[in-house]
């Protein structure tokens, strides 16, 4: 009976997801060294894309977050959640949604994960963008400043604030889910598809190892859907200088017709075509300087 208990022990322990510490500490070390004693400024998430930046995180390697990220989804905080809660981008990016196992409450989160809010959440004040903050110790949220949510209080196990809270599956360097800086480029599935057989290694750097493998295994054709691109090659965003902005542009919700509200400015528009703008971001004196508004 003993050995069955402990064969019954040893089954769930080994089926149990890990996570990787030391990119939880070393986002929460990086975050908490730039956030403390701030108070917040209204750009957290382009704060905490730096920080994620700066160590990696998961399967978004150093310096690799606007490469695992879409630029579809950096005008707004919950635009992280967004991208991640579809389909199996997290995975890809070898990280986990883990708020059911912590009462969907980001007080009960392990220091080093991240967690995104919508808009409305107490603490937050952006009627648009929600909330993006590094996890702290104690009660405390990084953000480029100490971010706060009201307490545990707040957050009952069936609230709709919390769009998730994201934990790295695996360390950075170490993911296999095809995310962060490796992705597999189109000219891999295109060697594949015209039956260049193993020759198309040489041409799939960054792909999955399902792909090499299927490659060097005689897979043939047969191996395309292994080997389809993961990152899009089109990026309107090539050569817009964003520096003024922390590397991301941030969008302003739409608020008036010209881009003169407290902190607006026009900024460069992708291939210095207003037409690339957001909606929102479109306003006459912008446009005139082949811009858009950000905030």
């Known amino acids: 009976m003993k ?17 990787c510490s030391s990119d939880e500490k070393n986002l929460n070390n ?3 060294k730039d956030s403390k004693g701030k108070s917040p400024d209204g750009q957290c998430y382009s704060h905490v894309a730096d920080y994620i930046d700066a160590v990696g995180y998961g399967g978004i390697d150093k310096g690799g977050f606007n490469d695992a990220i879409p630029p579809a989804y950096w005008q707004y905080a919950y ?3 967004e991208y991640l809660n579809t389909g199996d981008n997290a995975a890809e990016l070898c990280l986990e949604n883990v708020q059911s196992k912590y ?10 994960t991240i967690v995104v809010v919508r808009a409305g959440t107490p603490g937050t004040a952006n009627p648009v963008a929600g909330d993006i903050a590094v996890v702290g110790d104690g009660d405390y949220f990084w953000n480029g400043g100490e971010m706060g949510y009201g ?3 707040n957050f009952p196990p069936s609230n709709d604030y919390v769009l998730g809270i994201y934990a790295p599956t695996a360390c950075c360097g170490h993911c296999d889910g095809g995310g962060g800086g490796d992705s597999c480029p189109s000219e891999c599935q295109t060697c594949v598809e ?3 057989g193993k020759a198309c290694v040489d041409r799939c750097d960054g792909c999955s190892d399902d792909c090499i493998n299927c490659i060097n295994g005689g897979g043939g054709t047969g191996c395309s859907s292994k080997c389809a691109p993961t990152v899009s090659t089109y990026n ?3 050569g817009v200088n964003m520096s003024d902005v922390n590397g991301r542009m941030q969008y302003r919700p739409k608020l008036g017709d010209t881009c003169t509200g407290p902190h607006e400015f026009c900024c460069p528009a992708p291939q210095d075509d207003p037409n690339n703008c957001p909606d ?3 306003t006459s004196d912008c446009d005139a300087q082949k811009s858009c508004c950000c905030a």
């Open 30 to 32: 990086v975050a908490e």
């Open 280 to 282: 929102a971001a479109r």
């Open 79 to 81: 635009q992280f959640a």
């Open 236 to 238: 309107p965003y090539v």
């Open 103 to 112: 009462s969907n409450n980001p007080y009960k989160a392990p220091t080093g």
């Open 151 to 153: 307490g545990s209080s």
């Open 194 to 196: 015209n039956a260049g």
């Open 3 to 19: 050995y069955f208990a402990a064969f019954i022990f040893l089954s769930l322990f080994s089926g149990a997801v890990s996570y």
